[in-house]
Nanobody, 125 residues
Framework: VQLQASGGGLVQAGGSLRLSCQAS????????IGWFRQAPGKEREGVSC????????DYSDSVKGRFTISIDKAKNTVYLQMNNLRVEDTGLYYC???????????????????WGQGTLVTVSS
């Protein structure tokens, strides 16, 4: 199982970025998959997750209305479109999945079993 995250970068507040996570070694037709972030001095949090079984999504309150998670099953890839970025969105973003269940809510509120490397998002004021 591999999760290859990309798309991070430096952006000004109010700008946008799109993160991508290419999954390999398993198929996005059942597992939950999503994005977590680790901000400096803060605990890791589940940002957004989606079930590849029914495409039900879950978002943290801090990103609702600004971030959108989506799946391209043909490419076995999950995306996180981040709009209206804020300085407090700065952090290391990780793609994670759990092959043992399909619940997006459960994934975002647990410790997933499979992690990719992080991609750094820096939002400047």
């Amino acid at each position: 199982v591999q999760l290859q995250a990309s798309g991070g970068g430096l952006v000004q507040a109010g700008g946008s970025l799109r993160l991508s996570c290419q999954a390999s070694g398993f198929t996005l037709n059942r597992p939950a998959i999503g994005w977590f972030r680790q901000a400096p001095g803060k605990e890791r949090e589940g940002v957004s997750c989606v079930s590849s079984l029914n495409e039900i999504t879950d978002y943290s309150d801090s990103v609702k209305g600004r971030f959108t998670i989506s799946i391209d099953k043909a490419k076995n890839t999950v995306y996180l479109q981040m709009n209206n970025l804020r300085v407090e969105d700065t952090g290391l973003y990780y793609c994670a999945a759990d092959l043992n269940h399909s619940s997006s809510y459960a994934l975002c509120h647990s410790s997933p079993s499979n992690w990719g490397q992080g991609t750094l998002v820096t939002v400047s004021s």
